[in-house]
T-cell receptor
Framework: DAGITQSPRHKVTETGTPVTLRCHQT?????MYWYRQDPGHGLRLIHY???????DKGEVSDGYSVSRSKTEDFLLTLESATSSQTSVYFC?????????????FGPGTRLTVL | QKEVEQNSGPLSVPEGAIASLNCTYS??????FFWYRQYSGKSPELIMS????GDKEDGRFTAQLNKASQYVSLLIRDSQPSDSATYLC????????????FGTGTLLAVQP
């Protein structure tokens, strides 16, 4: 297994509260990604990072922010959680090698916003 | 057209049969493709990658890429009940940022 952990693994919170999810890797990979997975929509990219302090938006970035202050950690923050952000969140990592782009996923965080 | 499209299934096959999973993609997706297996409640697990036209075999799995038809497939030989899962097809998007674009997945059910 790729050395990726996510915390917390489960969280229940209330509408309007801030939430931070953490992704930690031990692989020293350059690229890190945050996805959400919802029935009927598959995996959708929220934000990604291509290095320390280098981040960019994905296709569903509204309501989310990220930070990457060191190679191993990528944080996803919901500034004011809404019920539409109830989802399963996956972190992924990849390295650029040989033109491929294998991404390896963490175990996921199940977030419920009441 | 969706960038990566899969039939949601379920695809039901008897144990020991060949399961054929298919995926089509648009012009916005480049030539690197990946198949992930996802068990219920678990994270996606990479099982195959394919970068060039033709077939790539790994054990019971064969990935096929047809660039002219913009079509990717995954064949699972001698299907086992343990292969029952959702299979996600993904292709690399444009640019240098290594973004992947995922299909919504096909649910495979292997009947004992």
């Amino acid at each position: 297994d790729a050395g990726i952990t996510q915390s917390p693994r489960h969280k229940v919170t209330e509408t309007g509260t801030p939430v931070t999810l953490r992704c930690h890797q031990t692989e020293n990979h350059r690229y890190m990604y945050w996805y959400r997975q919802d029935p009927g929509h598959g995996l959708r990219l929220i934000h990604y990072s291509y290095g320390v302090k280098d981040t960019d938006k994905g296709e569903v970035s509204d309501g989310y922010s990220v930070s990457r202050s060191k190679t191993e950690d990528f944080l996803l923050t919901l500034e004011s959680a809404t019920s539409s952000q109830t989802s399963v969140y996956f972190c992924a990592i990849s390295y650029l090698a040989g033109g491929g782009n294998e991404q390896f996923f963490g175990p996921g965080t199940r977030l419920t916003v009441l | 057209q969706k960038e990566v499209e899969q039939n949601s299934g379920p695809l039901s096959v008897p144990e020991g049969a060949i399961a054929s999973l298919n995926c089509t993609y648009s012009d916005r997706v480049s030539q690197s493709f990946f198949w992930y297996r996802q068990y219920s409640g678990k994270s996606p697990e990479l099982i195959m990658s394919i970068y060039s036209n033709g077939d790539k075999e790994d054990g019971r799995f064969t990935a096929q890429l047809n660039k002219a038809s913009q079509y990717v497939s995954l064949l699972i030989r001698d299907s086992q009940p343990s292969d029952s899962a959702t299979y996600l097809c993904a292709g690399r998007g444009g640019g240098a940022t290594n973004k992947l674009i995922f299909g919504t997945g096909t649910l495979l059910a292997v009947q004992p």
